[in-house]
């Protein structure tokens, strides 16, 4: 059996459904806050096999989604500006802001490539040095470091022509918040694996001490966030604790070099999530000393931001609540027909992490 297979296997799945379905006494509601894990457990359809006194909820780790529309704004702006090239990942191209997204305003004349890494902007900026390129930081920790090692390769070739929008945010001041405001009762969280490379364990283990609820690192086939749940029916019954069910990717105290990178390109500050709205040291800006890479610093937009248009919220948009977890996607009245993914409303029906998304792609969360 191959490795990705060991990861798949039908006999072990079943095995652990039978677990979780003797062990769910009364109804657990698990967040899982990682937009990938709520489309592997939709793909997989993982929501239908699971015992039904589990409920799994769409939390709000998808990136693209939780930006702020003041902030695509900002990178629009951006694309605007004579001799300057905005460079972003795929998802962000056509998520709309109060106006266009940036693929209008590609169309419309704006200078706007679709990158795969920060290093690619970097390639941009070199191969171009009369124009400037802003790379969009978008992402949890774990693309945050990648984008603070382009702003130290930047300093290290003298590239005057590259900066940064960071719209770098993190994940536990978020889950925190959703917590704190108490809208949806959660009783576990499903922790984000690819985020807890970086972080580690370690950075979830406020959730029983603080909250009294247990969280579940996961990875993201099959088998590892079957594991998952059932750790955490088995922590519901028992006591809150941290399990990690992703050991051969998460460690206990996460990715040191990372995290050293971020420390010294960013600091930690308040930033707007959709949604949620201004989190206290949930952002990620661009530290003084590499002031010359942050396209705030760089570009003045003021003018432009000054006249913004109707936000997806006031378009009918209820994206925000989908990503706190009070409705499902399919409770939005646009899901489906004012929205989908080839007219999206907002940018839960964009990203290819984004809850509507998947609701719309694999057919919502229909009963067992």
């Not at 709000?60 to 605007?80: K, S």
């Not at 945010?169 to 704190?180: C, G, Q």
Request: with cysteine.
């Amino acid at each position: 059996m191959s490795q990705a297979n060991a990861y798949r296997d039908p006999d072990a799945a079943h095995r652990l459904i039978a677990e979780i379905r003797d062990a769910a006494m009364d109804t657990v509601r698990i967040m899982e806050f990682c937009g990938g894990h709520t489309h592997a457990i939709m793909r997989y359809g993982l929501r239908q096999a699971l015992a039904p006194q589990v409920r799994m909820l769409s939390g709000p780790g998808c990136p693209v989604c939780v930006t702020d529309d003041r902030e695509i704004d900002h990178a629009i702006a951006l694309a605007h500006l004579p001799g300057v090239t905005v460079a972003t990942f795929g998802d962000m191209m056509r998520v709309p802001g109060t106006r266009e997204s940036l693929l209008d305003a590609r169309a419309h004349g704006a200078q706007v490539e679709m990158v795969y890494s920060a290093l690619d902007a970097i390639a941009l900026a070199q191969k171009d040095p009369e124009r400037q390129v802003v790379m969009l930081g978008i992402g949890f920790e774990t693309t945050a470091p990648t984008v603070a090692a382009s702003i130290l390769q930047a300093q290290r070739a003298n590239l005057s022509n590259y900066s940064v929008l960071s719209l770098h945010k993190l994940t536990p001041p978020a889950m925190r918040a959703i917590l704190d405001a108490g809208e949806v009762r959660v009783d576990a969280v499903l922790g984000p694996g690819h985020v807890s490379t970086i972080t580690g364990v370690a950075a979830w283990r406020f959730l029983p001490r603080q909250y009294g609820i247990s969280c579940a690192v996961s990875g993201f086939e099959p088998l590892d966030m079957l594991r998952a749940v059932r750790d955490l029916v088995w922590a519901v019954n028992d006591a809150p604790r941290v399990s990690n069910a992703y050991a051969r990717g998460v460690a206990e105290t996460g990715n040191p070099v990372a995290q050293r990178i971020m420390g010294q390109v960013f600091a930690v500050g308040s930033t707007a999530w959709r949604g949620l709205g201004e989190i206290p040291e949930s952002g990620l800006a661009i530290r003084e000393d590499y002031a010359a890479f942050d396209a705030r610093r760089r570009f003045d937009v003021s003018e432009a931001l000054a006249r913004p248009g109707r936000s997806a919220h006031e378009r009918g948009c209820r994206c925000g609540e989908v990503l706190r977890a009070v409705i499902e996607p399919d409770a939005c009245p646009l899901f489906g027909t004012g929205c989908t993914p080839a007219r999206p409303v907002g940018p839960c029906m964009v990203s290819g992490e984004g809850a509507c998304a998947a609701y719309y792609r694999y057919g919502g969360n229909l009963e067992a």
